[in-house]
Nanobody, 119 residues
Framework: QVQLVESGGGLVQPGGSLRLSCAAS????????MGWYRQAPGKQRELVAR???????NYAASVKGRFTISRDNAKNTVYLQMNSLKPEDTAVYYC?????????????WGQGTQVTVSS
């Protein structure tokens, strides 16, 4: 089994920056991709950004140019650098990975970290 632990959420003013981290640990595994989703009250969970094993990235149109996803393979950690934050970025952010454990492909989720953008 793979465990995901997020950190870095908090309160920030509009236009500010925040950096989220997610560390994967557990059974021996290989990661196909790691990414971030978010869910605001009354809205569906949406993909924010992801990075695959080859380093290719994808972003939601709403965050492109403001957010940057990166990874440290040695630490099995993915980061989300969030700049020029807007109130509409307020949500619970969830780390997600699609990993292979003993030949089985499985989606894993973190507990979530709250990001609040407000004056």
């Amino acid at each position: 089994q793979v465990q995901l632990v997020e950190s870095g959420g908090g309160l920030v003013q509009p236009g500010g920056s925040l950096r989220l981290s997610c560390a994967a640990s557990g059974s021996p595994f290989s990661i196909n991709y790691m990414g971030w989703y978010r869910q605001a009250p009354g809205k569906q969970r949406e993909l924010v950004a992801r990075i695959n094993s080859g380093g290719s990235t994808n972003y939601a149109a709403s965050v492109k140019g403001r957010f940057t996803i990166s990874r440290d393979n040695a630490k099995n950690t993915v980061y989300l650098q969030m700049n020029s934050l807007k109130p509409e970025d307020t949500a619970v952010y969830y780390c997600n990975t699609f990993a292979v454990v003993s030949g089985t492909k499985t989606d894993y989720w973190g507990q979530g970290t709250q990001v609040t953008v407000s004056s």
